[in-house]
């Protein structure tokens, strides 16, 4: 989730960055990780996020084995999926091949919270 980082005398900076955070601390993920000066707001540190999925993160040939189902954006039947994993959290679109590319993902889920909902 995005978070917003603390001043050395523990104020709040104002810049979020996208971070994951587990028992052993907190720490930027993501293009938040590769030299990013942080974003004045949570929602451009998800973007900033959910384009490294994009970029990085997603697979964009998956072909189902045994059912066809519809694209989410033009309803033509189709075997073809993208998959979206992060090691912790996976999300799958159903996208013709027209349509299983960066811009149709983007169609169908414009940010992270989307994606979150529409990729099950
Ligand atoms: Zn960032
Ligand atoms: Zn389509």
């Known amino acids: 989730m995005a978070r917003q980082t603390m001043t050395d005398d523990g104020?709040?900076?104002?810049k979020y960055f996208y971070t994951y955070a587990d028992r052993d601390g907190t720490m930027a993920i993501g293009y938040c990780q590769e030299g990013c000066n942080g974003h004045a707001t949570s929602k451009?540190?998800?973007?900033?996020?959910?384009?490294?999925?994009?970029?990085k993160?997603?697979?964009?040939?998956?072909?189902?084995?045994?059912?066809?189902?519809k694209?989410?954006?033009?309803?033509?039947?189709?075997?073809?999926?993208?998959?979206?994993?992060?090691?912790?959290?996976?999300y799958q679109i159903t996208?013709?091949?027209?349509?299983?590319?960066?811009q149709g993902v983007m169609m169908a889920a414009k940010d992270l919270d989307e994606l979150?909902?529409?990729g099950q």
């Not at 451009?44 to 970029?55: K, N």
């Not at 993160?57 to 189902?69: F, N, P, S, V």
């Open 11 to 14: 104020k709040p900076s104002g």
């Open 44 to 55: 451009e540190a998800c973007d900033h996020y959910y384009q490294y999925l994009l970029d």
């Open 57 to 69: 993160m997603t697979r964009y040939d998956c072909r189902a084995e045994d059912a066809l189902k």
């Open 71 to 90: 694209c989410l954006i033009c309803k033509q039947w189709t075997d073809r999926y993208i998959l979206t994993d992060d090691g912790a959290f996976s």
């Open 95 to 102: 996208l013709c091949d027209r349509h299983a590319n960066t």
């Open 116 to 118: 979150m909902r529409v």
